[in-house]
C-alpha cells in the first residue's frame, strides 16, 4: 500500500495525500468536524442545510459555475452531511483538479448565503424531508433514535425537525457557517495521481492565506446511561411491518468497536457479500419463513452509538416472532461462542470487501478523510489489522458486555389498513 | 495517441474469445486492483415470459443459486461466503444478468459456482416458496413506494399490454402467486444457454488463465433446447397527452414520472439524443429541468430526466418528487424546458459542455473493475465495436446542434407525452386529471 502523509498548516489544517497512479484521476476531500451530532433542538437540519448553502456559490465562483466546469471537466462533485461530520469531494482528471480546490479553499471563507437562495432553499430542502417520510422505515428510524438518545444529538435525524427547517433563518445558517469552516475544524484529502511534494506545495498556496481561527466549541450534550430497555410502535398505512432491536455500543476509536463489527459480520453477514446467507440471522429468520429480510447497520462514529438490526417481516408474520428468534439466536452467541469457520469467514470477508471499498480513489480518499474526523487516524491503514487480531473469546466477551436489555431499544413499525386513510 | 488513451480498453488490449457453444469471453487485464469482476448476460429475460406469468423470468434468476444438482443451498452459499465473495443474478427485460466478484486468487471458485448454478439448477420447492413469499413482501411494500407506483404507472400507460414493456421485471402479486416450480424448470430449459452469452472478465488476472477456467467451468456448456432470441416491437409515440394519478395513502409528498419512447442503444442518434437528454435533465445540477424547477423555483429536492437505451424503445424519462400543492406547476415547467429543447437549437456554449462533458467523464468509469465490466459488456452487447470507447471522442465531437435538436424531436413531444402522479389524495384541483387523456 502506497505511503500516506500527513501534514498541518500554520493556520490548523490538516492534509492527508496518498498517491495513486493507477488511472490519472484526483479525488480531493474536505471534511468538517461538525454534524447533526452537535444541532441544539431549535436547530436540528442546520449543518445539512449549510451544506446545501455551500453550492450556492461565492462572489468568485458563482452558483452554477462549478456545476458546469466539473461537469465540462468529466469529473463528479457531491457533497453529504453525517451525524458527524461534513464532506465535501471532487473526482476529477488529474490535469483539471486545480479548479476543485481552489473553490473548495473560496467557500471555505467565502460563502454568500444569499437570503433569496436561502428561502429557496428552504422549500428544497423541506421536499427532501418529505421526500424521506414517504418510507416508512424513515418514520421507524426517526422514533427508535429520537427514545435512544434523549439528551445527545443522535437523537435527531439529519435532515433535521420540519418545525426547525420552517423556523431558521438565513443568520442562523451564516452563523453555523462561519463558527464551524475554518481550517483548524477542517481536513483536506488529496488521493491519486500526483507528485506529493508538489500537491503539498500547491495545497498550501490555496489555504495557507485562509484565516486562522481556533478549532470552534463544539456542541455535544452527553446521553445519559439508559435505565431500563425502550420500546417504541409506529403506524403507517401499508402492508410491510419492520422489526428493528438497537443495542449502545461504543465509539469507533474504542478497542471494542472492531470486535463489534467482527460480531456483526456473524450475525448478519454485513460487511461481506452483499447478501450473506449463511449468517446466523438469515438462516433464523429468513430461511424459516419469518422474514424477507434482515440486515444490520453498525457505523463508526465519534460518540457511542447503536447497532441495529432491522427485520422485514413477511406477511402474516409478527414482530414478537421476530423479536423471540433474534433474542435467541444472541443468547446463543452468548452461551455458545462463534465457530472457528465463522472467524476465519469474517476475516476473509472483511478483507474482500476492503480490497472492493478502495479500488477507486474516491473511496479511499473518503476512508482516509472519514478517520481523521473520528480522531482515529489509523483508522484506514491499520483497518484489517486491527480486524484480523479479534478472536472467538473477543466476540463473545463483547456480545456479553453489550447486547444487554438495559442498553436495548426496540421499534416496531406496524401496518395499518390502507382503506381507513381514504376515509 | 496518448498514453492513457492507448490504455483504455480496446480491440488491442481485450481479449475476445468465441467459444464453440456460443458463447464469447472478453477478457481484460487491470493489475491495480487486487479483485476480479465478472459481468455476463443470456437472453433469457421478461420478453421471453407470458403476461399472466409476469416476474417468472426474474424469479428464475434469483432461484438459480437455491440449488443446484451438485449442491443445496447453504453449500453453494457458504463456498462463496467463506472466500468473501459476491455471485448474483438478475432478471432484466431482455437478458438474465449475472455479477460476480472475488479477490483474484478466487476466480476459479466463483467461476464453477456461475457455471453449475446457470447449467443444473434444481429449484428446489422449499426455496421456491420461500422466494415467492420474497417476493411477495417486496411487492406489496412496493405498492406504497410512490416513486414505483409513479414509474409503473407511467410505464403501463406509454406501453401496450401487447409490448413486454407493458409489464415490471418484477411480475404482480398475481402473477407471482401463479408461478408453479414447473414454470421455473421449463423456463431455463428454454432459454437459458450458452448461446449468445457474454461473459466479460476484469480485474487482477492473466488472460490465459482466465481463458483456460472459462473452458473448464462453461466450455462444455450445451443447450439445444434454448430458443431464438427475441425483440421488442418499436412502437409509435401516444398520440396525446395521458395523465395518470395513483393514490397511496399516508404520503407526504407527491412522485412525478413523465415518460416518451425513448431511442435504443444501437439507433444511430442515440448519442445526440443523450446530448439533449443531459442538457434537459443531467449536465450540472440536472440540467434545465433541475435549474428551473429545484434551483429556481425551489419545488423539488430532485427532478432530472434520464434515457434507458438499451435493446428496444426504452423510456426517455423524466421524474420529480414535490409537494402535492406543488404538482402542476412542476409538471408545467418541466414541459416547458421539453418545448424549449424540441423547437430551439441548443446553443453553441451547451453543445460545447456536453461534449466535454461525455468525453472528460470516461477516465472515472474505467476507474473500477465494474465500470470497465460493462463498458466492455456494452461494447459487445449492442454490436459497438471494442474500438467504441476509443473512437468515443470522435463520435461525440461529430455531433452538431441539428443533430441535438433533430434526436430530441424525433423522441419527445411536450404534447405527447405520458405524466403518471403517485401520492396523497388530490385535491380537487388536480382530481380533474384523473384517468383522462387529453388532447
Redesign the interface.
Known amino acids: 500500500m502506497t505511503t500516506v502523509t500527513r501534514h498541518t498548516l500554520p493556520n490548523g489544517l490538516t492534509v492527508i495525500l496518498k498517491e495513486v497512479h493507477?488511472?490519472?484521476?484526483i479525488s480531493w476531500w474536505i471534511g468538517y468536524k461538525v454534524g447533526s451530532r452537535n444541532e441544539p433542538t431549535g436547530k436540528t437540519g442546520i449543518s445539512h442545510w449549510v451544506e446545501h448553502m455551500m453550492?450556492k456559490g461565492t462572489e468568485r465562483f458563482p452558483?452554477?459555475l462549478l456545476?458546469?466546469e466539473i461537469?465540462?471537466?468529466?469529473?463528479?462533485w457531491n457533497a453529504f452531511t453525517f451525524m458527524d461530520y461534513t464532506m465535501y469531494f471532487e473526482?476529477l482528471?488529474a490535469d483539471?483538479i486545480d479548479i476543485a480546490m481552489a473553490a473548495e479553499a473560496d467557500r471555505m471563507a467565502n460563502a454568500i448565503f444569499d437570503p433569496e437562495e436561502t428561502?429557496?432553499?428552504?422549500?428544497?430542502?423541506?421536499?427532501?424531508r418529505?421526500?424521506l417520510?414517504?418510507?416508512?422505515t424513515f418514520w421507524l428510524q426517526e422514533e427508535v433514535r429520537g427514545a435512544a438518545f434523549r439528551v445527545h444529538g443522535y437523537h435527531h435525524e439529519i435532515i433535521g425537525d420540519e418545525t426547525d427547517l420552517r423556523a431558521m433563518t438565513r443568520d442562523d445558517l451564516y452563523d453555523h457557517y462561519r463558527r464551524h469552516y475554518c481550517p483548524a475544524n477542517a481536513v483536506a484529502v488529496a488521493v491519486g495521481a500526483f507528485d506529493s511534494a508538489e500537491m503539498l506545495s500547491k495545497i498550501e498556496g490555496l489555504y495557507g492565506s485562509i484565516e486562522s481561527r481556533e478549532a470552534p466549541a463544539l456542541f455535544v450534550r452527553a446521553e445519559p446511561s439508559q435505565q431500563g430497555e425502550r420500546r417504541v410502535l409506529v403506524e403507517?398505512?401499508?402492508?410491510?411491518a419492520f422489526y428493528e432491536i438497537c443495542h449502545r455500543i461504543p465509539d469507533a476509536a474504542h478497542e471494542d468497536w472492531v470486535k463489534l463489527k467482527v460480531l456483526d459480520n456473524v450475525l448478519s453477514?454485513s460487511g461481506?457479500?452483499?447478501?450473506?446467507?449463511?449468517s446466523r440471522l438469515y438462516q433464523a429468520l429468513?430461511?424459516t419463513?419469518i422474514a424477507?429480510?434482515v440486515g444490520a447497520m453498525i457505523v463508526p462514529t465519534i460518540d457511542p452509538y447503536l447497532y441495529s438490526i432491522i427485520v422485514?417481516?413477511?406477511?402474516e408474520r409478527s414482530p414478537a416472532e421476530a423479536e423471540e428468534v433474534l433474542l435467541d439466536e444472541i443468547a446463543r452467541l452468548q452461551e455458545h461462542g462463534i465457530s472457528g469457520?465463522e472467524l476465519?469467514?469474517a476475516r476473509?470477508?472483511?478483507?474482500?470487501?476492503f480490497?472492493?471499498s478502495t479500488?477507486?480513489?474516491t473511496e479511499q480518499a473518503y476512508w482516509l478523510a472519514q478517520s481523521f474526523v473520528l480522531d482515529k487516524e489509523d483508522w484506514f491503514e491499520g483497518y484489517l489489522d486491527r480486524l484480523t487480531r479479534v478472536s472467538a473469546d473477543d466476540v463473545v466477551d463483547v456480545a456479553n458486555r453489550y447486547l444487554v436489555p438495559k442498553g436495548r431499544v426496540v421499534g416496531i413499525l406496524q401496518p395499518t389498513d390502507?382503506e381507513a386513510?381514504?376515509e | 495517441m496518448s498514453a492513457?488513451t492507448a490504455s483504455i480498453p480496446n480491440a488491442g488490449n481485450i481479449n475476445r474469445v468465441e467459444f464453440d457453444n456460443g458463447l464469447v469471453l472478453l477478457v481484460y487485464e487491470n493489475r491495480?486492483?487486487?479483485?476480479v469482476n465478472i459481468t455476463a448476460s443470456i437472453h433469457a429475460g421478461s420478453i421471453y415470459e407470458r403476461p399472466e406469468r409476469s416476474g417468472l423470468a426474474s424469479l428464475v434468476s434469483s432461484a438459480l443459486l437455491t440449488g443446484t444438482q451438485q449442491r443445496n443451498?447453504?453449500e453453494i452459499?457458504?463456498s462463496?461466503?467463506?472466500?468473501?465473495?459476491?455471485?448474483?443474478m438478475r432478471g432484466h427485460i431482455h437478458k438474465l444478468g449475472l455479477f460476480g466478484?472475488?479477490?483474484a486468487e478466487d476466480l476459479r471458485p466463483l467461476l464453477e459456482t456461475a457455471s453449475e448454478a446457470l447449467s443444473y439448477p434444481t429449484f428446489p420447492a422449499e426455496h421456491v416458496?420461500?422466494l415467492r413469499?420474497?417476493r411477495?413482501?417486496?411487492l406489496?411494500?412496493s405498492?406504497?413506494?410512490?416513486?414505483y407506483r409513479a414509474s409503473k404507472a407511467m410505464r403501463q400507460a406509454l406501453y401496450p399490454a401487447s409490448h413486454p414493456y407493458h409489464y415490471g421485471t418484477y411480475g404482480d402479486e398475481e402473477t407471482i402467486a401463479a408461478v408453479s416450480q414447473a414454470d421455473l424448470s421449463t423456463f431455463h430449459a428454454n432459454h437459458v444457454g450458452p448461446d449468445g452469452m457474454i461473459l466479460v472478465i476484469v480485474g487482477h488476472v492473466d488472460t490465459e488463465d482466465a481463458l483456460r477456467l472459462v473452458r473448464e467451468t462453461l466450455g462444455d456448456w450445451r443447450n439445444p433446447e434454448q430458443a431464438e432470441v427475441a425483440r421488442a416491437d418499436f412502437l409509435d409515440a401516444p398520440g396525446a397527452t395521458e395523465r395518470q394519478t395513483v393514490?397511496v395513502?399516508?404520503?407526504?409528498?407527491c412522485?412525478i414520472s413523465m415518460g416518451a419512447l425513448g431511442p435504443a442503444r444501437a439507433a444511430p442518434d442515440y448519442l445526440a439524443a443523450q446530448i439533449a437528454n443531459s442538457v434537459l435533465g443531467e449536465?450540472?445540477?440536472m440540467g434545465r429541468i433541475g435549474?428551473s424547477v429545484?434551483?429556481?423555483?425551489?419545488?423539488?429536492?430532485?427532478a432530472y430526466s434520464h434515457l434507458g437505451g438499451g435493446h428496444g424503445p426504452d423510456p426517455w424519462i423524466v421524474s420529480a418528487?414535490?409537494?402535492p400543492d406543488n404538482v402542476e406547476q412542476a409538471i408545467d415547467s418541466i414541459l416547458w424546458e421539453v418545448e424549449r429543447l424540441v423547437s430551439e437549437a441548443v446553443a453553441d456554449e451547451d453543445l460545447a459542455?456536453n461534449q466535454?462533458?461525455?468525453?472528460?467523464?470516461?477516465?472515472?468509469r474505467?476507474?473500477?473493475?465494474e465500470g470497465i465490466s460493462s463498458q466492455i459488456h456494452a461494447m459487445e452487447s449492442y454490436n459497438l465495436g471494442l474500438n467504441y470507447l476509443a473512437e468515443y471522442k470522435d463520435m461525440i465531437f461529430r455531433i452538431s446542434k441539428d443533430d441535438v435538436l433533430n434526436a430530441a424531436q424525433h423522441y419527445l413531444d411536450p404534447k405527447n407525452m405520458v405524466i403518471a402522479v403517485a401520492?396523497p389524495?388530490p385535491d380537487a384541483s388536480t382530481a380533474r386529471n384523473t384517468q383522462t387523456r387529453e388532447k
Not at chain 1, 22 to 25: G, Q, T
Not at chain 1, 236 to 240: A, D, S
Not at chain 2, 143 to 147: C, E, G, I, L, P
Open positions: 493507477s488511472a490519472p484521476i453550492f452558483a452554477g456545476d458546469r461537469d465540462r471537466a468529466g469529473g463528479t473526482t482528471p483539471k428561502e429557496s432553499e428552504r422549500t428544497v430542502i423541506i421536499s427532501e418529505q421526500g417520510e414517504n418510507q416508512p403507517r398505512p401499508g402492508k410491510t453477514g461481506g457479500a452483499s447478501d450473506n446467507k449463511t429468513v430461511k419463513e424477507a429480510g422485514t417481516l413477511r406477511d469457520e476465519s469467514k476473509k470477508q472483511a478483507k474482500a470487501a480490497a472492493y479500488e477507486s480513489v390502507p386513510e381514504r | 492513457y491495480a486492483v487486487e479483485s443451498f447453504d452459499h457458504a462463496l461466503e467463506s472466500i468473501g465473495a459476491e455471485l448474483s466478484k472475488a479477490l416458496e420461500r413469499g420474497e411477495l413482501t417486496w406489496q411494500y405498492s406504497f413506494d410512490t416513486r393514490f395513502p399516508g404520503k407526504t409528498q412522485d449536465f450540472g445540477m435549474k429545484r434551483e429556481e423555483q425551489g419545488l423539488a429536492y430532485y418528487g414535490v409537494n459542455d466535454s462533458y461525455f468525453t472528460g467523464r470516461l477516465p472515472l474505467l476507474e473500477s473493475n401520492g389524495q
